[in-house]
């Protein structure tokens, strides 16, 4: 069983910026990726990175604004959002992943507990 601590959310103004983490010793060993759902929706990719950080994946409504990066000494994965809207409000939650393309939550396997990400106009 593997176990992510998820950190970094937290309520903010429209375009203002936060950074998520994730974190495992475990981190090091897996593709992994960032999701989020709202309540009554799906849960929906929003960026994945290869083990290696030779390749991601984003969403298109995050496109330009967000960036995966990940840190394998550390055991750390990012997510750095930025010009953050009111419809990225979400809880967001980290996962190991078997693709990242497509990032889709449904290939994902363990996942970490949500951090709530809250942008008000």
């Known amino acids: 069983q593997v176990r992510f601590v998820e950190s970094g959310g937290g309520s903010v103004q429209a375009g203002e910026s936060l950074r998520l983490s994730c974190t495992a010793s475990e981190v090091q060993y897996y593709n992994m990726g960032w999701f989020r759902q709202t309540p009554g929706k799906e849960r929906e990719g929003v960026s994945c990175?290869?083990?290696?950080?030779?390749?991601?994946h984003y969403a298109d409504s995050v496109k330009d604004r967000f960036t995966i990066v990940r840190d394998n000494a550390k055991g750390i994965l990012y997510l750095q959002m930025n010009s953050l809207k009111p419809e990225d409000s979400a809880t967001y939650y980290c996962?190991?992943?078997?693709?990242?393309?497509?990032?889709?939550?449904?290939?994902?396997?363990?996942w970490g507990q949500g951090t709530q990400v809250t942008v008000y106009a």
């Open positions: 996962a190991t992943v078997t693709t990242i393309s497509p990032c889709i939550a449904y290939q994902a396997t363990y």
């Open positions: 990175i290869s083990v290696s950080a030779d390749s991601s």
